[in-house]
């Protein structure tokens, strides 16, 4: 199916920026919607945000601004690019894909494994 590889978490002080990548890698398939979310201990996973394979971009209110997400089609990479980072930024960030399964003849969808992103002086 896909295959996703995240990269490009860290620390990082309070005021600074950081770059995430995510890679989707697969045979038979077509991108869609991806999407960035994050999870700290006790909360639950929620959203930062996501891009249209046209392009259309989502943010939470709370990383508006601050944060941009973009994506090369050609390449099946999706970007985060995240500057004034917050403490409160500090969590798990985990990359989405919605993806056409032409094996499986249906939509479906993939987690990758999770960045850790500490924002901390």
């Known amino acids: 199916q896909v295959q996703l590889t995240e990269s490009g978490g860290g620390l990082v002080q309070p005021g600074g920026s950081l770059r995430l990548s995510c890679a989707a890698s697969?045979?038979?398939?077509?991108?869609?919607?991806m999407g960035w979310y994050r999870q700290t201990p006790g909360k639950g996973r929620e959203l930062v945000a996501t891009i249209t394979r046209l392009g259309r971009t989502n943010y939470a209110d709370a990383v508006k601004a601050r944060f941009t997400i973009s994506r090369e089609n050609a390449k099946n990479t999706m970007y985060l690019q995240m500057n004034l980072l917050k403490p409160e930024d500090t969590a798990v960030y985990y990359c989405?894909?919605?993806?056409?399964?032409?094996?499986?003849?249906?939509?479906?969808?993939?987690w990758g494994q999770g960045t850790l992103i500490t924002v901390s002086s």
């Open positions: 989405n894909v919605n993806f056409w399964s032409a094996t499986d003849g249906r939509s479906l969808e993939v």
């Open positions: 697969g045979n038979s398939v077509s991108i869609g919607t």
